[in-house]
T-cell receptor
């Protein structure tokens, strides 16, 4: 069975400092992994996705994530936080061989202070 | 492309009333998903259609919930009768799938449902 665990429910950073949002997954097959962002009262927007190509995935707005099979991790990073990055971030797993339903983590709220 | 379109954006109703949520997927996408988001349970998949056929409805909470996809460009999620515990944000998403490979799911803006 597949699952995803976001290790922090809330992360606070100062503007201009690095961002690290942690995610671990469990999957029986080769997973597809995604990070989605949800700004307040908005829908979900895809930040980036991993589908068994390059292990370092670059997304929008300067975010990137690295797939580490040995650690079953897919952490999201950004070198320098911006105020507009404040949002809820979801790590998501999908097993392409077992259907296409997405399994969402519980989310990490990112706060950015000036 | 206008993206996934959902209506209404907000719905306030009274317990016992019928509620119908609507979704128009991205043109050319052949899969459609209904999700529910609550503080307690996070994001949950309710039902998934592929080529207008329901494939997995195991997430539908009970018989009060029903979903249809009469054609490739329209889907509805109906709750009858509605209850206060149905209050949530309901998201529709669509994607293109070919065989066992699924493309990215694109989400609509959601419908915020409040049942009094």
């Amino acid at each position: 069975a597949q699952s995803v665990t976001q290790l922090d429910s809330h992360v606070s950073v100062s503007e201009g400092t690095p961002v690290l949002l942690r995610c671990n997954y469990s999957s029986s097959y080769s997973p597809s992994l995604f990070w989605y962002v949800q700004h307040p009262n908005k829908g979900l927007q895809l930040l980036l996705k991993y589908t068994s190509a390059a292990t370092l995935v670059k997304g929008i707005n300067g975010f990137e994530a690295e797939f580490k099979k040995s650690e079953t991790s897919f952490h999201l990073t950004k070198p320098s936080a911006h105020m507009s990055d404040a949002a809820e971030y979801f790590c998501v797993v999908s097993e392409s061989q077992a259907g296409t339903a997405l399994i969402f983590g519980k989310g990490t709220t990112l706060s950015v202070s000036s | 492309d206008a993206g996934v379109i959902q209506s209404p954006r907000h719905e306030v109703t009274e317990m016992g009333q019928e509620v119908t949520l609507r979704c128009k997927p991205i043109s050319g996408h052949n899969s459609l998903f209904w999700y529910r988001q609550t503080m307690m349970r996070g994001l949950e998949l309710l039902i998934y259609f592929n080529n207008n056929v329901p494939i997995d409805d195991s997430g539908m909470p009970e018989d009060r919930f029903s979903a249809k996809m009469p054609n490739a460009s329209f889907s509805t999620l109906k709750i009858q009768p509605s209850e206060p515990r149905d209050s949530a944000v309901y998201f529709c998403a669509s994607s293109f799938e070919q065989g066992a490979i699924s493309d990215t799911q694109y989400f609509g803006p959601g419908t915020r449902l409040t049942v009094l």
